[in-house]
């Protein structure tokens, strides 16, 4: 098990991760310190604890509506997946109709003066 120091609002914490995932954790921190630091100027002091906990809870509003517009994006793709599927089966319809048609008109004897 790996460990890493990470720094949050200018203070290190030694966190440990799997393996080969220190670049990864890293990059979290990163993610979370820019979040805390938002909070700290807009806020002000709030003393660590709450620092950190108005962090967490904006990124996971943040999280929550994402997973919200992918979830509202996916229910959208799905529609539009069945719409196709109704599209290719009219197209498909279209065509034998088309087909039937041809082959009924190339098994009619031609006109008398065609002959």
Request: aromatic content about 0%; glycine content about 10%; charged content about 10%.
């Given at each position: 098990m790996a460990q890493v120091t990470i720094q949050i609002n200018a203070k290190p914490y030694l966190v440990g991760c799997e393996d080969g995932q220190e670049q990864r954790l890293i990059e979290l921190a990163e993610t979370v310190d820019r979040q805390v630091r938002q909070v700290h100027s807009e806020v002000g002091a709030l003393g660590e604890?709450?620092?950190?906990?108005?962090?967490?809870?904006?990124l996971a509003d943040e999280l929550g509506e994402l997973k919200a517009r992918l979830s509202a994006e996916a229910s959208s793709a799905a529609s539009l997946q069945r719409s196709m599927v109704e599209i290719e089966g009219r197209a498909a319809d279209a065509l034998n109709r088309a087909a039937e048609r041809i082959e009924n008109l190339a098994g009619e004897a031609p006109p008398a003066g065609l002959r």
């Open positions: 604890t709450r620092l950190l906990l108005m962090g967490a809870l904006l």
